[in-house]
């Protein structure tokens, strides 16, 4: 096979393939962050790995001692072992036999051994995964009887399935198999679920279970490509630090990039002025622990949250919190060096008509305390008409070094990353613009 005409996916596999202490990991990040994820990637792993990236994802490979690495990176949501990559070409008229093409790459081309004994070693699965027939049988026997005995229960929150690590030595894998599927094809994702998940139980004879598996198989198929994965983490790296949650509570990975763009070095004085829940400044102080944090919000509720969040969060979360207004911030002229906040978007939070008054006057604040020539600003907003007159309207006191198109929540959001110019605000003059009482998550 010529891997000049492979995808680059395909490379990367082909690559991981030849050697049985590398793997190739798939990991997904907010879309609009893949470039801080690979830069993070890089950071700690070695500066050249060779990485493919994709709206909202990255691939890479790793020898087995690096996993522990990988297991450290904050950008990223998701983590997933890289069993199998597939080119197919589909007749694109006949159901069966495309589906059939799947069951014979099951059975004679995916060889997922090597990946599924480092998925058991990174997840602490105790359980069989390569169970005898009698074995399988009677556990299928005792699997059927205790679904008609006992209702099934679906686990609380968004976890998916089982953690590995609680199964029991006896435990026979419980396993399920979902598929994304992109392009156009004459058959449906669940198709391609249920015929890669039936091949898979009659060559390793798993459990099938929908609701309390420990292995999701995430099958994504791209056009005419199939990558097959074994997902690693149980629950999304996104749910740490925050205990009491707001309507419009700032996922920990979108925090941490959004910092990662202020670049923060030991000594420098963050802010986020509008906090919210504090999942920013949690995550700063976690993070850039030599750094001086500081938070507050306008809004009594939001500032008891952040509290309460600091407090669940850890011992080392140390930040000071304020009871503020973004107007008329209480820290003396060019003495922040960064501020990273979430501005309101005007849909849950806030009114855009008020917005365009807010912004204005936060900006100008901002240019008054930030740092002359060095301070950096990074802004999340959704109201981007309404940021952009702020801009224009203390346009002198800032220049914009990168804009990010980013989703949040479905919705397309933006961040601005800002600089200081050396103007004094002494010499800045900015319109009169009324006071407006905003509330901020």
């Given amino acids: 096979m010529n891997v000049d005409n492979e995808s680059s996916l395909r490379q990367l596999f082909l690559e991981s393939s030849l050697n049985n202490n590398v793997f190739m990991i798939a990991t997904t990040v907010d879309t609009g962050f893949e470039w801080q994820a690979i830069d993070e990637c890089k950071e700690k792993l070695d500066k050249n790995v060779k990485v493919v990236k994709e709206r909202g994802k990255i691939y890479f490979n790793i020898y087995w001692n690096q996993f522990v690495q990988i297991q450290e ?4 949501d998701n983590m997933f072992i890289v069993a199998d990559v597939s080119k197919f070409e589909f007749s694109g008229n006949n159901k069966e036999m ?3 093409l799947f069951k014979n790459a099951v059975h004679n081309n ?7 004994d480092f998925w058991k070693h990174v997840t ?18 005792d699997h059927k009887l205790c679904n008609i005995t006992v209702a099934p229960t679906t686990p609380k929150g968004k976890k998916r399935g089982q953690n590995p690590s609680n199964a029991k030595e006896d435990e026979i894998l419980r396993y399920r198999v979902t598929c994304e599927r992109t392009g156009k094809h004459i058959f449906e994702s669940s198709d391609v679920a249920r015929t890669i998940g039936g ?25 005419n ?7 690693v983490t149980h629950e999304s790296k996104h749910h740490r630090n925050i205990m009491c949650f707001g309507p419009t509570t700032l996922r920990a990975t979108i925090c941490y990039n959004l910092l990662r763009l202020a670049h923060p070095k030991p000594g420098d004085i963050i802010i986020d002025p509008m906090c919210g829940s504090g999942s920013i400044p949690i995550e700063a102080t976690l993070v850039y622990f030599k750094s001086y944090v500081i938070g507050g919000d306008n809004h009594p509720k939001a500032v008891h949250r952040t509290k309460s969040n600091i407090e669940a969060s850890s011992s080392k979360c140390k930040i000071d919190l304020l009871h503020w207004n973004v107007s008329q911030l209480p820290f003396k002229d060019s003495f922040i060096d960064i501020a990273v906040t979430d501005m309101p978007f005007g849909k849950r939070s806030g009114r855009i008509m008020d917005n365009r008054i807010l912004y204005k006057q936060f900006l100008i604040e901002l240019g008054r305390i930030i740092k002359v020539l060095t301070g950096r600003i990074v802004l999340l907003t959704y109201d981007r008409r ?4 702020a801009l224009q309207a203390a346009g002198d006191l800032f220049y914009v070094t990168k804009t990010l198109g980013i989703n949040i929540g479905g919705l397309q959001a933006a961040v601005y990353v800002l600089k200081r110019t050396n103007i004094p605000y002494e010499q800045f003059k900015p319109k ?3 006071n407006v009482i905003y509330k901020k998550k």
Avoid: H
Avoid at 110 to 116: D, G, N, Q, S, W
Avoid at 124 to 141: C, V, W
């Fill in 124 to 141: 602490g699965f105790q359980g069989k995964i390569y169970p005898t027939t009698d074995e399988y049988n009677l556990a299928e026997k």
């Fill in 73 to 76: 990176m904050r950008s990223i």
């Fill in 432 to 434: 009169t613009i009324k």
């Fill in 386 to 389: 309404s940021f952009n007159m």
């Fill in 225 to 231: 490509e199939l990558v097959t994965q074994l997902r």
């Fill in 199 to 223: 091949e898979l139980q009659d060559k390793y004879l798993w459990l099938v279970d929908l609701s309390t598996y420990y292995l999701e198989i995430v099958c994504k198929l791209i056009n």
């Fill in 110 to 116: 995916m060889k997922l051994e090597k990946t599924l």
């Fill in 98 to 100: 495309d589906l059939q």
